[in-house]
């Protein structure tokens, strides 16, 4: 396979469904460039009418926390209870807090 | 040429109607072609895109005139009044390309003016802008990477270009119905920025003479004959039925 | 047992979903790069049967239709490479194992395409069969895989339906339209029945797909569900299907049917249907037509990321 026959790059899609409503990952694409990978996440996720704006990054620029460290990584915030409404208690009848 | 039967009581816009109906029509013809046999797959949605933008064109445009499938299905070649541009093969994707660049670059000038107008046509063409300018985008964008890609890329470019713009002057032959517009103007538009981008992609633009003949006129090259012999080939076998 | 394995049977045994970055076993990597890859390869090629009838719609109305379920299954096949790409697979490779023959895609669609009513019967028949397999898919373990199932699912609704009713309309047209129905349901029910893979005691793989959640319900199972799904629909279209055992079958509380002509079934899938040959020069000359255009595409970005570069 030649240089210029090697395959386009990979992006990732984000797509606002709404106004209103963050972007959240659709899916992937492939395209040699920024330009057309917005037009072909366009035409690919948005053919009946699911967003209003759409990100693309491409994939090779997403840094990811490793799934190996999942439990160390995210475990801090899973024991502090007290982040929740739900920790605390409140009496009976109060209402609006 | 037999088109005007078609047009009810012979409304000026009516034979309007149906030349730009017949344009979008055929043309979505040939980009629907491309289905299953595109460069790369993310270009066969986009191809089927256009394809869908310019078939709902046509059928809100046949419409105005007619049963869309009656004038779709049952008209011989002569009867036909689109631009001859739009008729030639799909040819390679360069080919594709070009002529969506001279056709969507055509079809936004001609929608944006007929949009504020009093005609039936106006809500269609209001209705078709945005898809229009989606169009010429998609065919600016691919215009751009094959003119200035690779040396085969170009020279592909380069020779779609000249092979298809002798035909490009019948989009600015007077059409019944669209005298509110000024077609010396339109071409001199049109012709700027169509030039523009050639020259951004690194394509000469095409000089030479229009070929004498006008599809609007109803006269057509022998592509088309085949094209219709396809198209209206199982409606034709089946006179009486409905699909 | 490693760290790696035992969050994995755990996460599988709690009906939660794998993603890509997770620890997986090598055959369940290679399952899913298999499965999903021919999943995608399918739809593409699918593109062909019907995509034949596009330049000859009989309306504008079934033109548009048909032209639009066609993108679609280009869009599918585009999601489902996607998806396979998180399992650290390159579509080109994909593509290329498509091309070469080394990767199979769903035998149905080596059938031809000789009538008008076979874009109906596949519809109908084929698409059915297809959401029938598919809804389960959507809650497959691997969460790639389960959220393109689910976009495809709900895209797909409307395959199945435009098919129905391209039949119904034939069906109560003119003689030749009826009769042109019923040909086509004739030749798609019995490949439509082989879509579910062969028999469950002859379906080696089913069993492991099955402990790791990537299939939920076995072969034969799906194929019941959709045979009883069928019966009421083609009465209802005013068509037959041809299979004279079709009976209902009251203590089973389901439809008994005809038996499979594997031999067939592997015949097709071993490459000696009708339309192998021609669906997959087709691809392949599609791809090899369009190689100067995705390079001319790269050579450009590469000179706009110079020119980026150098600024």
Same mark, same amino acid.
């Given at each position: ?8 790059? +990979? ?24 330009? +057309? ?6 035409? +690919? ?16 620029? *997403? ?30 009848? *109060?209402?609006?807090? | ?50 394809? %869908? ?10 419409? =105005? ?5 009656? =004038? ?10 689109? &631009? ?18 001279? &056709? ?9 003016? %007929? ?59 007077? &059409?019944?119905?669209?005298?509110? &517009?000024? =077609? ?60 | ?21 997770? /620890?997986?076993?090598? $055959? @369940? ?45 280009? !869009? ?34 080596? @059938? ?7 874009? !109906? ?8 069969? $297809? ?13 790639? @895989? ?17 098919? @129905? ?96 002509? /594997? ?7 071993? !490459? ?25 595409? $790269? ?5 706009? $990321? ?6």
């Amino acid at each position: 396979m030649s240089e210029a026959e090697r395959g386009w790059p +990979l992006w990732e899609v984000f797509v606002r469904p709404r106004r209103g409503l963050a972007h959240t990952h659709a899916g992937s694409l492939h395209a040699p460039d920024a330009e +057309l990978a917005l037009r072909n996440a366009r035409d +690919l996720f948005t053919r009946r009418g699911e967003g209003v704006s759409i990100w693309v990054v491409p994939a090779a620029a *997403v840094s990811a926390s490793s799934p190996d460290e999942r439990d160390p990584f995210f475990r801090p915030a899973a024991d502090k209870p007290y982040r929740h409404p739900t920790f605390y208690e409140v009496p009976e009848g *109060v209402r609006h807090l | 040429m037999s088109a005007p039967e078609h047009a009810p009581g012979g409304a000026p816009w009516a034979t309007a109607a149906l030349a730009l109906g017949d344009d979008a029509l055929i043309l979505s013809h040939r980009l629907a072609e491309w289905a299953g046999n595109a460069p790369v797959l993310e270009e066969e949605v986009a191809l089927a895109n256009l394809a %869908l933008d310019l078939l709902g064109q046509a059928r809100a445009l046949l419409s =105005l005139v007619g049963d869309e499938d009656a =004038l779709a299905f049952t008209r011989g070649p002569e009867a036909f009044t689109h &631009v001859r541009l739009v008729e030639l093969p799909r040819g390679d994707f360069a080919h594709t390309v070009v002529r969506q660049l001279c &056709v969507a670059t055509w079809q936004e000038l001609l929608y944006e003016r %007929l949009a504020t107008g009093a005609s039936p046509l106006a809500p269609i063409a209001a209705a078709a802008l945005p898809e229009t300018a989606y169009h010429r985008d998609h065919a600016v964008t691919w215009t751009l990477r094959l003119g200035d890609g690779t040396a085969e890329s170009h020279a592909r470019t380069r020779a779609a270009a000249e092979a298809l713009w002798p035909y490009t002057g019948e989009l600015f032959d007077p &059409v019944e119905g669209l005298d509110e &517009v000024d =077609l010396g103007a339109l071409e001199r538009r049109w012709r700027a920025r169509v030039s523009d981008v050639l020259t951004r992609a690194t394509v000469p633009v095409p000089g030479g003479a229009r070929l004498p003949g006008s599809g609007r006129a109803g006269e057509h090259t022998p592509h088309l004959a085949a094209l219709l012999d396809e198209m209206q080939s199982l409606h034709r076998a089946h006179p009486a039925a409905s699909w | 047992m490693e760290p790696g394995r035992e969050r994995f049977e755990r996460t599988i045994a709690a009906d939660e979903r794998i993603e890509p970055r997770d /620890w997986m076993p090598d $055959a @369940y990597r290679a399952t899913l790069v298999r499965q999903i890859a021919q999943h995608a390869h399918s739809e593409i090629i699918g593109m062909q049967p019907e995509g034949s009838w596009i330049t000859r719609a009989p309306s504008l109305r079934r033109k548009a239709i048909l032209i639009a379920k066609v993108q679609d299954e280009a !869009g599918h096949g585009l999601y489902l490479y996607g998806a396979a790409e998180t399992l650290g697979v390159d579509r080109d490779e994909l593509l290329d194992k498509l091309h070469s023959g080394r990767h199979k895609y769903s035998s149905i669609f080596n @059938y031809p395409t000789p009538t008008w009513a076979d874009v !109906g019967a596949i519809g109908w028949l084929v698409d059915g069969a $297809a959401i029938t397999n598919q809804v389960p898919l959507c809650r497959c373990s691997y969460g790639p @895989y389960a959220r393109a199932m689910v976009r495809i699912c709900k895209e797909e609704s409307f395959h199945q339906r435009q098919g @129905y009713e391209l039949l119904l309309t034939l069906s109560r047209g003119t003689p030749e339209q009826h009769a042109m129905a019923q040909d086509a349901v004739d030749r798609w029910w019995w490949p439509s029945l082989m879509m579910f893979g062969p028999p469950d005691d002859a379906s080696p793989r089913s069993a492991r797909s099955m402990a790791w959640k990537i299939k939920r319900h076995s072969n034969d199972e799906l194929r019941q569900r959709f045979v009883d799904i069928c019966v009421d629909q083609a009465a209802a279209l005013g068509l037959t299907l041809p299979d004279p055992d079709l009976r209902w079958n009251e203590e089973r509380g389901h439809w008994d049917f005809g038996a499979i002509d /594997w031999d067939e079934f592997h015949a097709v899938l071993r !490459g000696e249907g009708p339309c192998n040959e021609e669906r997959l020069t087709r691809r392949r000359r599609a791809h090899d037509e369009g190689a100067w255009v995705r390079e001319a595409a $790269a050579a450009y970005a590469d000179k706009r $990321a110079g020119v980026g570069a150098a600024a």
